[in-house]
């Protein structure tokens, strides 16, 4: 691991298994970030981009390895890394305007009042020019416009790793 590196992937193998078949889909895995740098992850459709940010994400379990964030092992999933899904995942029963909410009110419930923290959610979904839908529901707006709410729910959180996926 590199001294500078603020986050630190190191060793890191994934292997799925399903009844005896086992998909090795990671191996090796190495990779330091500095703050203040961007990473994009190149490679074809299923070499493994997804389950690696899964994994810095603490949403899925390396076979081997691990990742290390700001000195502190990855072994769950916390406010510091937040994670844009390829696939949209907003809750599809919760509006644009509670769905960031949701992320906004577990994050900041200590520290930010009820009013800072509607008007904080206002604040992201403006950023991602969202406020126009903000009482609709995921069905009703386009996957580019879920995607935003996406966005805005990831910056709202202020994360120290930001993870596009
Ligand atoms: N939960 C899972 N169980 C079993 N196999 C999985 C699982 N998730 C992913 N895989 C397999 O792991 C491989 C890597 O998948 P992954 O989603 O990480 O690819 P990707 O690089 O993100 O692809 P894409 O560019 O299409 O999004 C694929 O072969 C996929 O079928
Ligand atoms: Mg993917």
Redesign the pocket.
């Known amino acids: 691991m590199n001294d500078n590196a603020y986050l630190s992937i190191s060793g890191v193998d994934m292997t799925?298994t399903?009844g005896r078949t086992a998909?090795p889909?990671l191996r090796h895995i190495h990779l330091d970030v500095r703050r203040g740098e961007f990473i994009s992850l190149i490679?074809?459709?299923?070499?493994?981009?997804?389950?690696?940010l899964n994994i810095v994400a603490g949403l899925l379990k390396a076979s081997a390895g691990g990742v290390i964030v700001d000195g502190r092992e990855v072994n769950e999933p916390g406010p510091d890394r937040a994670l844009v899904f390829?696939n949209h995942s907003l809750l599809p029963w919760l509006t644009v305007q509670q769905n960031v909410a949701l992320a906004v009110d577990k994050t900041f419930r200590g520290s930010k009042s009820a009013a800072e923290r509607r008007d904080w959610v206002l604040h992201n979904l403006e950023m991602v020019s969202m406020g126009h839908a903000l009482h609709r529901l995921p069905a009703e707006i386009s996957g580019g416009m879920k995607q935003r709410v996406g966005i805005a729910r990831a910056l709202a959180m202020q994360p120290k790793v930001l993870l596009l996926?």
């Open positions: 799925f399903k998909n889909v490679g074809h459709s299923g070499c493994g981009k997804s389950t690696v390829q996926d």
